[in-house]
């Protein structure tokens, strides 16, 4: 409909514009001001074992995402791979600006704050021996008899209901990564293996990569969680860093690129 048929309307809806204009300036702006503020290039630890969010190979959803939204503010992140018990540690001492990918748990308290955008969400998924079934717990329960011994990534941050399992008397045992884990499970070691699985991908995926498809089946779930940057509170650039990051990924969601991005890796 044409604005000249009505003309009052459209002088009352110039100020609502220019308002709103005025405040694009000024986010940007402000987006400008903590870039500037910031190194031109930053290091960032992301974790060497979480395909297809962040492979060993230095490639991933995750990592698009993270380079993108510093970009979009004019930041290089120069993106180092380590195992994800390192790349948590030096976030926690203050020794890196910030790691990937991190989920809340009480122990970031006053120490790390995450992203308020979480980049993805994955289920927390217990797997189980073909020859050497678990009980199943009734439908939508997380439980494992007492004594149960639970393949577990080192450091990772899990579900609460599977923090709750601990309490309840199952053993955790830690490896290197769930597919270390997996293979423990295939060999009889543990009688049970909790893997990070994702919607977009098969639940066997990680079963196949381990090699121990003969060996091993989804079990039960048992909550999901969410991955994000975590920025260290005790390192200079910390909250300037995550600022910026906040900004260019707001940057990134209204111009289309992390749309592009999830269409890369999930067609």
């Keep these: 409909m044409s604005n000249h048929v009505f003309p ?34 930053l290091t960032i ?31 290089e992140a120069r993106l ?15 020794d890196v ?6 989920t809340w748990q009480p122990e970031l308290e006053g120490k790390v704050r995450l992203a308020e955008q979480p980049i993805y969400r994955v289920n927390n998924d217990v797997f189980e021996s073909l020859d050497a079934p678990l009980p199943k717990p009734a439908d939508g329960q997380c439980s494992l008899p007492p004594g149960t011994l639970l393949g577990i990534t080192r450091d990772y941050e899990y579900s609460p209901q599977v923090v709750a399992l601990e309490t309840a008397g199952t053993t955790f045992e830690s490896a290197q990564s769930d597919l270390q884990s997996l293979k423990k499970l295939a060999a009889h070691r543990i009688q049970a293996a909790l893997v990070i699985t994702n919607d977009l991908q098969d639940k066997m995926q990680r079963v196949v990569q381990a090699g121990t498809q003969k ?17 260290s509170l005790a390192h200079p ?6 600022h910026a990051y906040e900004e260019g990924y707001r940057q990134i ?13 999930f067609p």
């Excluded at 180092?80 to 203050?94: D, I």
């Excluded at 650039?237 to 995550?242: C, K, M, Q, V, Y």
């Design 8 to 41: 009052q309307i459209d002088r009352r809806m110039r100020p609502l514009r220019v308002l709103l204009l005025m405040c694009a300036v000024h986010l940007l702006a402000a987006g400008s001001a903590v870039a500037q503020a910031l190194p031109q290039t």
């Design 45 to 75: 630890l992301v974790e060497d074992a979480a395909d297809p969010w962040s492979k060993s190979d230095g490639t991933g959803y995750s990592n698009d995402v993270v380079i993108a939204a510093f970009k979009a503010i004019g930041i």
């Design 80 to 94: 180092k791979v380590v195992p994800y018990a390192r790349c948590k540690h030096q976030v926690l001492n203050g």
């Design 97 to 102: 600006v910030a790691c990937f990918n991190m």
């Design 215 to 231: 060996a091993v089946r989804f079990a039960f779930n048992c909550g999901t969680t969410t991955g994000t940057l975590g920025f």
């Design 237 to 242: 650039d910390g909250l300037r860093a995550l």
């Design 253 to 265: 969601q209204a111009n289309g690129v992390l749309q592009q991005i999830h269409a890369r890796w």
